[in-house]
């Protein structure tokens, strides 16, 4: 298995949902093809792209056609205004036009030149892409790109390549074991180790601000999922549940801002019914949001993004620290290095390996961060994780209609509750008498991952995908 180095800023980007491997990964190939071939000494007059294996299944439900086309504009999904989205692919359909870079026309007719092939897969991943660009002077420019989950795209070109960043970092860590002997030489927990591997990108400075930025972006995202009613778009008519929770809880408390909506839901007290509540709503509504085509955060996938920011904001709201900002550094950071080890050692792709990877990672991440910013020690936040990891094992991707929606939206309320519950036994356990080990679960997950049928990785072709009749799956 390749080395690499990644930083906490890999685990959590800034995107547009619903997918991260399905919307984000081809968006990114996308501008990276187009960058490519606009600096082409020649013009671009005929562009098409071709999909594969899971990526033909689900990409309808999960947006890859409009991540694609706005790819090819070189849109950024970080800034792009979601308010267009749908105005700008229907002109597209429309006119059979696309401006590639933003800038320079080609007819394009997403019906014939973005092509499904729903019963091939490219060798590498499940979830590849092809794309293919015609010059005016004959002469024919083409890539093949993966999206390995989480919204890291692969070149082909890249699969074999090795980063050269690992021995830059102070303190490589390729295993838990690895975590485990940089925490205990160094004396820093999880998060001080993942604070000083991030100098190697940046200035501590820089980190502390792009963190406290996805975490603004994490938050309003509960917000906004809590202010918006309504169904959900796809076909599927799944109604938002997020807001109609949360004015239920608030009972009338009034509010104009997240700074007084965090007030009114403290004012509701800390008995185990209303935090559950809360717990479940946050995480509703990320999800939704991310359904919607909203903006949020990969953590570490889109069909995971709730789980992190419900179990983060369910702490500061209910169990808050002295400093809100070095509280939200600390745990995103612990959670990231969690989320890095499962990358590195199995999967984040569901494609790869069903939702163990996606829910089962983002609550063990989830539960090892809640247990450092509870006073755990490093051998107790590593055991939350892996208790959170334990019981998601063999979980399968079965995404009814191919929409991130059911049981998706769902299953990140029972990621966070789990994360929460394995923090908990964490923190009164003792390690020593653990008889599975994070590196251990890790690897129980990959080979699961290995023998899991295709059906259940991300193809929409089993499992509640296939028992729920729905005008969009018929059995
Ligand atoms: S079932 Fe799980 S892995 Fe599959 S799309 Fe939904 S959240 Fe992602």
Known sequence: MLKESLSVMDMFKIGVGPSSSHTLGPWTAARRFVTKVLSAPYPVIRMQVTLFGSLAKTGKGH?????????????????????????????????????????????????????????????????????????????????????????????????????????????????????????????????????????????AEETHQQVLTIWQVMRECIYEGCQTGGELPGGLHVERRAFGISQRLLNGAAYHDYASWCEAIRSGGLSFANTLDWLSCFALAVNEQNAAFGRVVTAPTNGSAGVIPAVLQFMLLFDPPEDEDTAVIKFLFAASEIGCLFKKRATISAAMGGCQAEIGVSSAM????????????????????????????????????????????????????????????????????????????IRTMWETAQDMNHKYKETADGGLARVIPTSLSEC
Request: charge should be negative; proline fraction near 5%.
């Open 366 to 441: 989830a539960a090892a961060a809640l247990t450092e910013c509870r006073g755990g020690s490093v051998a107790q936040c590593l055991m939350a994780a892996e208790i959170a990891m334990e019981h998601h094992l063999g979980m399968t991707c079965d995404p009814i209609g191919g929409l991130v929606q059911v049981p998706c939206i769902e299953r990140n309320v029972m990621g966070a509750i789990k994360a929460i519950t394995a923090s908990q036994l964490a923190l009164s356990g003792d390690p020593d008498k653990a008889r599975v080990s994070l590196d251990a679960v």
């Open 63 to 203: 947006g890859t056609d409009i991540a694609i086309l706005l790819g090819l504009r070189d849109e950024d999904p970080v800034t792009f205004d979601l308010r267009m989205l749908n105005s700008l692919i229907d002109q597209i359909h429309q006119q059979q036009r696309i401006h590639l870079g933003g800038k320079h026309a080609i007819a394009f007719n997403p019906l014939t030149d973005l092509v499904f092939r729903y019963e091939e897969s490219l060798p590498r991943h499940p979830n590849g892409m092809h794309f293919l660009a015609h010059l005016d002077n004959g002469e024919i420019v083409s890539d093949v790109f993966y999206s390995t989950g989480g919204g890291f795209v692969t070149h082909e070109q890249e699969f074999d390549q090795q980063s050269s960043t690992l021995m830059l970092l102070p303190y490589p860590i390729e295993c838990a074991a690895d975590l485990s002997k940089w925490c205990r030489n160094s004396g820093l927990p999880i998060s001080g180790v993942v604070a000083e591997n991030e100098k190697a990108w940046r200035s």
